[in-house]
């Protein structure tokens, strides 16, 4: 079988993750392409795997040959890049979320329908629904092993001091609102978002706050505290918080699910770790080997390469992708209403 040919679009952090997935998926990929303005980046790729390092998407697809592209580029650029790159017929990877605003969500769709008639295949790159923990908590919730499950709780927290990403820099692209779409929510919230859609099915309504306690650094406009509660379809609820810290943590839980039978926990700081909490172990016991969020990326490409070679249909429906951004907007919306809030367009 001949290897799915490559192209990186956008070499900085998270292109790390994605590209040593591709070397370890155990399927014939080859990275014949790395894409960034900024040439150190895509030299730097280009030299580790023999790709042809570019400084631009065009020129990458006028002077190189490749089946597929994986989208690494700021939110604001993903609406350009996506249509781009399915209009000239490649596999699309989309980082997530699919786009800033519903009408760029609704360009892209339009256009990777369009694209499938010719087999290209559109995905967004929503990692957390291949995240270890959160695949067994799944499968532990649904042969009932905490009993039913009647609430869930999210704490997504980070200490900017300790980010790869840099957003202890003001004038990182992820911390631009305009860029990123809003603040902290659309920065990195859907990670958290997907296993509650996973675990509960989808939401109903919102109500929820934002402020920014980092202003004295950040834009005012981008959040870096948020807390909401989710309602969902069949009348479960959720709670939700996020936080960007300067300052030290205290390392509290990622997700908490509540049952009648007891409880799962899975640890934060990115550690990973499912624990199950009983009468007979309120300090609950390791049901999942410790693998963390960083686990989910070789599934998540595995599921790419063998979707764009044929050999599988995808487990996700682009259109399904759209859940995350649409319950961050509702949080937005509900910000300015005070109210509860439906999860709509």
């Not at 980046?41 to 697809?61: I, N, P, R, V, W």
């Not at 009993?147 to 790869?164: H, I, R, T």
């Not at 390392?251 to 409880?263: D, H």
Request: aromatic share 10%; proline share 4%; hydrophobic share 40%.
């Amino acid at each position: 079988m001949a290897g799915l040919r490559v192209a990186l679009l956008g070499c900085g952090v998270v292109s790390r993750y994605h590209f040593d997935a591709y070397v370890n998926c155990g399927q014939p990929v080859k990275i014949v392409a790395a894409i960034d303005a900024k040439k150190q980046l895509a030299d730097a790729y280009a030299k580790q795997c023999g790709a042809t390092a570019f400084t631009s998407l065009d020129e990458a697809l006028s002077q190189c040959d490749f089946d597929a592209v994986d989208v690494m580029l700021p939110h604001d650029l993903h609406e350009w890049a996506a249509i781009r790159c399915l209009k000239a017929g490649k596999h699309v990877l989309l980082e997530k979320p699919m786009a800033t605003t519903p009408d760029g969500c609704a360009a892209i769709l339009e256009a990777a329908e369009m694209a499938a008639k010719s087999g290209a295949v559109f995905m967004v790159s929503e990692n957390a629904q291949y995240w270890p923990e959160v695949v067994k908590a799944k499968e532990l919730v649904d042969e009932g092993m905490i009993g039913s499950l009647y609430y869930a709780e999210v704490n997504y927290w980070e200490d900017s001091s300790m980010l790869e990403f840099d957003k202890t820099d003001s004038t990182h692209w992820t911390m631009n609102p305009e860029r990123i779409g809003g603040g902290l929510l659309m920065a990195g919230s859907s990670h958290w978002m997907r296993p509650l859609r996973t675990w509960l099915g989808e939401v109903d309504e919102v109500i929820g706050f934002t402020c920014n306690p980092l202003r004295y650094r950040l834009p005012e406009s981008f959040e870096t505290v948020c807390s909401a509660l989710l309602r969902f379809k069949d009348g479960r609820h959720a709670s939700f918080n996020a936080q960007l810290s300067d300052g030290p943590l205290s390392g509290q839980p990622y997700f908490r699910l509540l049952g009648s039978k007891g409880e799962m926990t899975i640890g934060g700081g990115f550690r990973g770790g499912l624990y199950l909490h009983t009468a007979s172990n309120m300090d609950g016991r390791l049901v999942q080997p410790v693998e963390g969020y960083f686990g989910s990326f070789l599934p998540m490409i595995r599921e790419f390469v063998l979707t764009a070679q044929g050999q599988k249909k995808a487990d996700i429906d682009p259109v399904y992708t759209l859940g995350e951004p649409l319950i961050m907007w509702a949080i937005y919306r509900s910000m300015k209403n005070k109210a509860w809030t439906k999860v709509t367009i």
